[in-house]
C-alpha cells in the first residue's frame, strides 16, 4: 500500500484499485506519518550522482551495497497521497467484483491486520488465489479464511514470515519482561513502531500486564502525526475484528483495552514531541513512536536522549529492518538494545498445514522460499516443501501458469431450452441437438432461437444487409456407436458378397470387397464408403453400415 501513489501517480496508470476499507483508512496513516516525518526535515540540496554505479561502488557500506538505486525516488506528498487513495473502490471480504465478465475477483480475511486480503481470482472452471501477509495466529483481526482456498488451480503464496525461527507469543513475553525489568530499575524504554498493527497488541498484552507487574504508575507515551486517529480508528472498524473483540462492541465496550488505557491516564498520545508533550513529560516512561528504522521521525530524539545511559533499552518489534543497521550510526551507544521482532505472518511448519488443507494442484512462490535461508542453509525445514515441487519466480519475472482456459460457460435463453427435445441415449445420459444463435458480449455469452426463415413477401423490396440471417437447414439425423468389425463381415457375407479381406491401418480398419472393387474405410470419427460409380451399391452399403450405429 504505501508504494501505491509511485504506481497509480507517475506510471500513467488509468486503471481501479481494490481495496478494504481499513486498508484505505490504515494506509492513509501510515503514508501520511511517513510525509509528514520526511517533511519536518527538508533537504537544502538534493543529491543524485552517487547513484552512478561508478561512484557507488566507491561509497562506505551499506550504501554500496543498496539494491538498483537508479529506481529510488523521492517521498511523495500528501496530495499525491490523496490523488491514489480516490481511485480506490472499497470492497467487502467474500464481495464478487466482476472484471470485464472475463474473470471474477474476491478478497478473503487474512488474518494478519485489519482488512488484510488475500485474493481469488476466477473464471468459471479455473481458479487463482493469491495468498499474501497471511496469520493463523490469534490477534486482533478476523481469522483467516482457508475455505475458500480450496479447489485452486494455482495459489500463488508470498509474503511469509520475515524470521521463521521466532515465536510470536514468546516474543511478547520476552517483551513485557525487559520492559518491566528497565522500568523497575528506572530506566525508560523506547519502541520503534509502526502507528497501526502490532502495536494494538502490544498495548492489549501491557493492559493485563502493567497491574500485575506493578507498573500501572508508569506512563505509556504514543507518539505520532496519526496517534489518535490510529487509536480511534482501531475502534470502529468492528465486522474487520475477531470474533470475541466484535462481541464487545455490542455490550457496549470497547473492543480494544488501549480505550480504558487512554481514560485512566496510563496512555497518552501526541502528534509529535513539540507542544503539550513536553510539559506532560516524565520519566521512567515507555514511548512508542517511529519510524522503526531509526532513520526520521521522533524516535531520532529519544535514541539521542536516552542513548548515553545503560539503563535505559531500545526494544525492537517490528521485522522489517536489521536492528544492527538501524544502529549503526548512533553507535557507540550505552543503552541496552533487545530484538524481539513480533511477525504473526505464516511459518513453514504453518504453510504446509494450510497447503494440505486447501490442496491447490500447483503452487508459485518466490524463488528464496524454495532454499533455506544463506545463514541457516542446513535447515532444510525452512523452505516450502509440496508436491508437485513449487514453482518458482524472480523479482520482475513473467511466469506462464501451468493451466489453460478449456471451458466457457454459455448460458441459454429460458425460449430456446424449453424448445429442446432431449432423448436418452444411455440410462441417465439424455441427449439434445441445439440450432442457434451464438450472443458474445463483455466475455459472456448466451444462445438464442434462430431467426425463423423470412416469408417471401410479394413485390421487389431490396433486401437490406441486416435481414441477411442465416438460414436454418434441415437437419440429418446424427450417429454414434461403433462398427464391430467381425460382425460387420458376417453381415456383408449374409448379403452375398464375397471375398473380404479386412485390413488394419492406424486409425481403423480397411474392409476390401475385392468382386465389387468396393473399399470401406472404417475409423473412429468416419465411415467412408468408396465404389466406382455405383449408387446402388453405395446405399445398400450405407444402409448395412447404419444398422451398427445409433440415430439421434
Known amino acids: 500500500m504505501m508504494a501505491l501513489p509511485y504506481i497509480t501517480e507517475h506510471t500513467g496508470f488509468t486503471g481501479t484499485v481494490y481495496a478494504t476499507e481499513p486498508t484505505v483508512q490504515i494506509g492513509r496513516l501510515l503514508m501520511e506519518e511517513l510525509v509528514n516525518f520526511i517533511e519536518r526535515v527538508p533537504k537544502a540540496q538534493s543529491a ?11 561509497l562506505p557500506s551499506p550504501l554500496k551495497d543498496a539494491v538498483e538505486v537508479s529506481t529510488w525516488r523521492r517521498c511523495y506528498t500528501m496530495q499525491e497521497v490523496n490523488s491514489a487513495l480516490s481511485k480506490i473502490q472499497l470492497v467487502g471480504y467474500s464481495q464478487k467484483i466482476e472484471l470485464f465478465g472475463a474473470v471474477q475477483v474476491t478478497p478473503l480475511s487474512s488474518g494478519y491486520a485489519l482488512g488484510s486480503s488475500n485474493w481469488i481470482i476466477q473464471s468459471h472452471y479455473e481458479k487463482v488465489s493469491y495468498v499474501s501477509g497471511s496469520s493463523l495466529l490469534t490477534t486482533h483481526p478476523q481469522p483467516m479464511d482457508q475455505a475458500s482456498l480450496k479447489n485452486s488451480d494455482v495459489l500463488v503464496l508470498t509474503g511469509l514470515t520475515q524470521i521463521p525461527t521466532a515465536n510470536p507469543d514468546g516474543m511478547v513475553g520476552e517483551f513485557c519482561s525487559n520492559l518491566a525489568l528497565t522500568v523497575r530499575n528506572g530506566g525508560n ?4 513502531c509502526y502507528p497501526s498493527g502490532v502495536i494494538y497488541d502490544l498495548l492489549e498484552c501491557l493492559y ?17 502525526p496519526v496517534a489518535n486517529s490510529s487509536l480511534e480508528f482501531s475502534q470502529i472498524f468492528a465486522e474487520w475484528l475477531c ?26 498520545h501526541y502528534p509529535s514531541i513539540h507542544g503539550d508533550f513536553s510539559n506532560d513529560f516524565r520519566q521512567p516512561c515507555v514511548v512508542f513512536t517511529g519510524h522503526p528504522s531509526l532513520r526520521f521521525g521522533d524516535v531520532v530524539h529519544f535514541m539521542e536522549l536516552w542513548g548515553k545511559s545503560s539503563l535505559n533499552t531500545v526494544i525492537f518489534t517490528e521485522p522489517d529492518f536489521s536492528y544492527l543497521e538501524a544502529l549503526a550510526p548512533y553507535q557507540p551507544l550505552a543503552m541496552k538494545c533487545i530484538y524481539c521482532p513480533i511477525d504473526t505472518r505464516l511459518n513453514f511448519i504453518q504453510v504446509s498445514k494450510l497447503l494440505k488443507e486447501v490442496q491447490p494442484l500447483h503452487v508459485v512462490c518466490p524463488e528464496q522460499y524454495t532454499q533455506p535461508p544463506p545463514a541457516q542453509s542446513h535447515r ?10 513449487a514453482m518458482s519466480y524472480r523479482r520482475a519475472e513473467v511466469l506462464a501458469l501451468p493451466f489453460k482456459r478449456r471451458y466457457e460457460k454459455i448460458e441459454i435463453m429460458p425460449e430456446l431450452a424449453d424448445s429442446l427435445v432431449p432423448m436418452e441415449i444411455k440410462p ?30 410479394s413485390g421487389k423490396k431490396r433486401k437490406r444487409v441486416s435481414d441477411d440471417v442465416p438460414d436454418c437447414k434441415v437437419l440429418k439425423p446424427l450417429l454414434s456407436g461403433s462398427i464391430p468389425v467381425e460382425q460387420f463381415v458376417q453381415t456383408l457375407e449374409k448379403h452375398g458378397f464375397s471375398d473380404i479381406k479386412v485390413e488394419d491401418t492406424a486409425k481403423g480398419h480397411i474392409v476390401l470387397l475385392q468382386e465389387a472393387e468396393t473399399l470401406i474405410q472404417i475409423e473412429e ?18 444402409d448395412l453400415v447404419l444398422k451398427f450405429l445409433q440415430k439421434f
Not at 543524485?48 to 566507491?58: C, E, G
Not at 493485563?208 to 505520532?224: C, E, M
Not at 470475541?244 to 496510563?266: D, G
Not at 441417465?428 to 413477401?457: E, Y
Open 189 to 192: 524504554v523506547l519502541v520503534p
Open 428 to 457: 441417465g445420459i439424455s441427449l439434445a441437438t441445439v440450432s442457434a444463435v451464438l450472443h458474445t458480449k463483455d466475455n459472456k455469452h448466451l444462445l438464442q432461437p434462430p431467426p425463423r426463415p423470412a416469408q417471401p413477401t
Open 380 to 389: 532444510m525445514d525452512l523452505m516450502i516443501d509440496c508436491q508437485p515441487p
Open 525 to 542: 470419427d468416419s465411415t467412408h464408403i468408396i465404389c466406382d460409380n455405383d449408387e446402388m451399391l453405395r446405399v445398400r452399403l450405407r
Open 243 to 268: 470474533h470475541n473483540k466484535q462481541s464487545k462492541v455490542y455490550l457496549p465496550e470497547p473492543p480494544f483495552p488501549h480505550a480504558e488505557l487512554i481514560q485512566t491516564n496510563k496512555l497518552k
Open 208 to 224: 493485563q500486564y502493567i497491574d500485575s507487574a506493578g507498573l500501572s504508575s508508569v506512563p505509556l507515551y504514543f507518539i505520532s
Open 48 to 58: 543524485s550522482l552517487w547513484k552512478n554505479k561508478d561512484i557507488q561502488r566507491l
